[in-house]
Every structure is written in C-alpha cells, then in structure tokens.
C-alpha cells in the first residue's frame, strides 16, 4: 500500500510545502548564478527514469557554459573538489546539494520521488548488469539509500546494486530513515567528492 499509494501522496504533500521555499530560493540562487558567469540558471539533463523511461532532470547549473563532461573509468560522473569545470556559486551548491532542489519540479511531474535510486545518465542505460537493472523498478529520488549512507565513496558497480535493492525493499521505514540520514549528511558534507 505505500509503494502504490502513499509514497506518491507524501511526495505531493513534501513537494507543495517545498516549493514556498523553493520559489525564494530560485530568485536568490538564480541571481547569484547570473551574477556569476551570466548563463542560464537551469541545467537539465537526460537520466533514466522508472522502467527505464528516459526524462528530463532539472538542477541548478552548477558548472561552466558548455563544460565538458568527464566520466571516471568505471563509467560515474567524475567530481573533485578542485573541479575546475565548476563555478564558484557552483561549488557551493553541489556542498550543500542546493542544486539538486529543483527536482522538486520533477517529482510534482511524477518522472521522480523524494526518495529513490540516483537517476543515471541516460547514456549509461546499456552499460546495466542483469543484477543491477532492478534499480528501475522504482522512480529515482532526490535523495536516496546511496546519497544518504554513501554518496561517492563506493563504486558506479556498487551504488548500482544498492539501488536495485532499494528498489526491492521500499518501505515507508526505510524512507524515513533515509530521509533522516540525508539531512545529517549533507550538514556533516561527508563523501562529496570521489579524490
């Protein structure tokens, strides 16, 4: 009942109170990010959704204008802290995970969740193990097992197979959890960066 019901009613419930702060926090992060480097606020991006449904995922920009994109070996999205790719508004977006807020948009959309598996590039979609392809069972999150326990300190390989048994254990106690231990992780910054 709560996967098919509930978990989408607490998703529009979160999502409409949200979005009074979200719509004060676009105004002062869009200036900033205008002030800047004067490029647009947005960035979206192609990710792999539920049954493996691409959509369009809205984040502040936080890097350069037509930055390059950089892969590490096993095919996740390279980060650093001295990311030369990423803005100075950027750098504290992405420590304080600001620039993942307006996926607020997206879950009211239905394409995503508050909590759920990290939604993967739409181009890594034929890179997926048998055992890892479960993880689009579920709507990706916001938030999730991974970003809340892990973030970036284990491998694209593992944070695959965590999601994909997520998506097999949804339940209202484990989502609260996650919940809790996303807010003391991203007060905490721990595992931000990959080196």
Known sequence: ???????????????????????VLMIIIGLLIKLDDNGPIFYVSNRIGKNSKIFKMIKFRSMKINAPLILNPDGSTYNSINDPRVTRVGKFLRRTSMDETPQIINVLKGDMSIIGPRASLSSALETFLEDELDKMKVKPGITGFVQAYYRNSISSREKRLKDAWYANNVSFSLDLKIMIRSIFTILQGSNLFTN
Not at 1 to 23: G, H, P, T
Request: hydrophobic content about 65%; aromatic content about 30%; some cysteine.
């Open 1 to 23: 009942m709560y996967v098919k019901y509930l978990k989408r009613f607490f998703d529009l419930v979160f999502c409409i109170f949200a979005m009074l702060v979200f719509c």
